[in-house]
């Protein structure tokens, strides 16, 4: 089992940037590719960028190329994603996501592919 916990939500006008972390912890000795998503009331979770184990691969959903950049540190079980150029219709609850066996360099863009999941972390977008 692997936990996840996110922080670093919060409230930023437009333009600005915000930087979320994913602390895991548990079952962490083994390989896992990571991912973020978002979604909004009512709706599907959305991709929004996810990383390989080894970080050498990355996936960024289209709406947020060029102003999100994703990253991890193994060292310290953590993933980030740095947020810049905010939009209002960036505004959703994020949510960090886990998916073992992928082995090093594959990424998963779905939500089904993955296995844990932390509880969300609210990014609101003023405009």
């Known amino acids: 089992q692997v936990q996840l916990v996110e922080s670093g939500g919060g409230l930023v006008q437009a333009g600005g940037s915000l930087r979320l972390s994913c602390a895991a912890s548990?079952?962490?000795?083994?390989?896992?590719?990571m991912g973020w998503f978002r979604q909004a009331a009512g709706k599907e979770r959305d991709l929004v960028a996810a990383?390989?184990?080894?970080?050498?691969?990355?996936y960024y959903a289209d709406s947020v190329k060029g102003r999100f950049t994703i990253s991890r540190d193994n060292a310290k079980n953590t993933v980030y994603l740095q947020m810049d150029c905010l939009k209002p219709e960036d505004t959703d609850v994020y949510y960090c996501a886990a998916r073992a066996g992928f082995g090093s360099r594959r990424v998963g863009v779905a939500s089904d592919e993955y296995d844990y999941w932390g509880q969300g972390t609210q990014v609101t977008v003023s405009s």
């Open positions: 990383i390989s184990w080894s970080g050498g691969t990355t």
């Open positions: 548990g079952r962490t000795s083994s390989s896992y590719a």
